[in-house]
């Protein structure tokens, strides 16, 4: 082997260290930059769901109840009573059936709910009945805008 291959091996691999270390730098700063921007955004789904919760519980019209906003997986949860519904004297799929495309809808465009279909995961919308038992939960993502 001459000098001058072994000075262009050398120097190839010197680069490919390089470029490695540049890479492994790269990574490791997007994955600390990605946490980052997800520990911002709970933080500001605590902060909205705190804000949200002052005023709850609230009769929002004669049917149904504001209950309370929660936090969940990088996602928000909004729960309500329907508090002229009890599970076992209602037909529960009629009832979601009824509530599932307009909140679709209220999710893909309103305007009151853009920052979470804009930065939060998902939105999960759950119906009690009027003892607080669970009916059914509703959930949207961005996806469900297409």
């Not at 072994?6 to 990574?27: D, M, N, P, Y």
């Not at 996602?75 to 009629?94: A, T, W």
Request: glycine share 4%; with cysteine.
């Amino acid at each position: 082997m001459t000098i001058s291959t072994k000075r262009q091996l050398l120097i190839g691999f010197s680069a490919l260290v390089v470029v490695s270390i540049a890479i492994i730098i790269a990574v490791q700063w997007g994955a600390a930059n990605s946490t980052k921007n997800r520990n911002h955004l709970y933080q500001e789904l605590l902060e909205r769901s705190g804000q949200l919760n002052r005023d709850l519980p609230k009769l929002l019209d004669r049917q149904t109840r504001f209950e309370r906003a929660e936090v969940s997986n990088y996602g928000m949860r909004f729960i309500y009573s329907l508090v002229g519904v009890d599970r076992y004297q209602h037909d529960i799929e009629s009832i979601r059936e009824q509530l599932e495309t307009p909140m679709r809808s209220a999710f893909c465009s309103s305007d009151s709910l853009r920052y979470y279909r804009e930065n939060a995961d998902f939105l999960e919308i759950r119906y009690l009945d009027r003892n607080e038992a669970k009916l059914f939960e509703l959930r949207f993502t961005t996806d469900d805008c297409k």
